[in-house]
Antibody
């Protein structure tokens, strides 16, 4: 069974940093682009960032550009999101998501993790 | 950035009803449109990709149509398990964007 498991969320002060991890199992991680998506409490879905299969190509939402860095370790089947200069508006559940078929992030997301909560206090 | 506008934001329907949800893109996106279902406290679940292709394992009561800028998700014979929120997403270009969501509630 294909699964994603996120961890690393928690409570952090405004201006602080946090690193999220996502571990994949049940599929060949290195064949699929990966993404992070977040959802603020009671709000809709917001795409945060995506990375190609090799890790060489990355994309970010304007709201996080320059503060967040996405990366991956194909040898370990892991995806990461390094978050710095955190703000109150970054408070959300963060999901990692696998692309359905392709090597680039611009594809439907067919497998999602259960999410990890990040709370930024002021 | 491509803006995705869903309508309605919420609707009430009865078991057995046929429900349609609309999604409009601010510019043409071909068929790069996906639909997700999300239940409270759970991760989203892919229903439809490429505007009209049914994801493996998803009931055929769900169908999608449209191309260019206007898209529709249809739920036939609404069942109790279908009461949830639904989101469209464009994957034509980054930043990838989602619609604001449609909450389907029991009448």
């Amino acid at each position: 069974e294909m699964q994603l498991l996120e961890y690393g969320g928690g409570l952090v002060q405004s201006g602080g940093s946090l690193r999220l991890s996502c571990e994949a199992s049940g599929f060949t991680f290195s064949r699929y682009a990966m993404n992070w998506v977040r959802q603020a409490p009671g709000k809709g879905l917001e795409w945060v960032s995506g990375v190609s299969v090799s890790g060489a190509s990355t994309n970010y939402a304007d709201s996080v550009k320059g503060r967040f860095i996405i990366s991956r370790d194909n040898s370990k089947g892991s995806l990461f999101l390094q978050m710095t200069s955190l703000r109150g508006e970054d408070t959300a559940v963060y999901y990692c998501a696998k692309t359905r078929a392709g090597p680039t992030p611009e594809d439907a997301f067919d497998i999602w993790g259960q999410g990890t909560m990040v709370t930024v206090s002021s | 950035d491509i803006q995705m506008t869903q309508s309605p934001s919420s609707l009430s329907a009865s078991v057995g009803d046929r429900v349609t949800i609309s999604c409009r893109a601010s510019q043409t996106i071909g068929n790069y449109l996906n639909w997700y279902q999300q239940k409270p406290g759970k991760a989203p679940n892919l229903l439809i990709y490429a505007a009209s292709s049914l994801q493996s394992g998803v009931t055929s009561r769900f169908s999608g149509s449209g191309s260019g800028t206007d898209f529709t998700l249809t739920i036939s014979n609404l069942q109790p398990v279908d009461f949830a929120s639904y989101y469209c997403q464009q994957t034509y270009s980054t930043p990838l964007t989602f619609g604001g969501g449609t909450k389907v509630e029991i009448k």
